[in-house]
């Protein structure tokens, strides 16, 4: 079992940058698949970016050319840097795994992973 704890949340003026941590702790797997989404209210959750252990990258659309996510397997830690942020970007964020690489643009879009963080919460003001 993967234990997930986010952090880096917190509030800031639109057109502001957040760079969300995700820490792995627990068993680690040598392939893997691992992402972000977020919630916001009244709102389903959303795929916004996944890595896996090849350093494949997938974005949504929404996020694609201000979000980035990237890894540092030495610390087994996930970041998603968030750039030009939107009030519609309010959300509390997540971060997830999934053990194996193989199918992970499924697993993201389904958003079937193994193993979830409680969240850290972001609030974009206008």
């Known amino acids: 079992q993967v234990q997930l704890v986010e952090s880096g949340g917190g509030s800031v003026q639109a057109g502001g940058s957040l760079r969300l941590s995700c820490a792995a702790s627990g068993y680690t797997y040598n392939s893997y698949c691992m992402g972000w989404f977020r919630q916001a209210p009244g709102k389903k959750r959303e795929k916004l970016a996944a890595?896996?252990?090849?350093?494949?990258?997938i974005y949504a659309d929404s996020v694609k050319g201000r979000f980035t996510i990237s890894q540092d397997k030495a610390t087994n830690t996930l970041y998603l840097q968030m750039n030009s942020l939107k009030p519609d970007d309010t959300a509390m964020y997540y971060c997830?795994?999934?053990?194996?690489?193989?199918?992970?643009?499924?697993?993201?879009?389904?958003?079937?992973?193994?193993?979830w963080g409680k969240g850290t919460l972001v609030t974009i003001s206008s």
């Open positions: 890595i896996d252990s090849d350093g494949i990258t």
């Open positions: 997830a795994h999934k053990k194996w690489a193989s199918y992970c643009y499924s697993a993201v879009e389904t958003q079937i992973m193994d193993s």
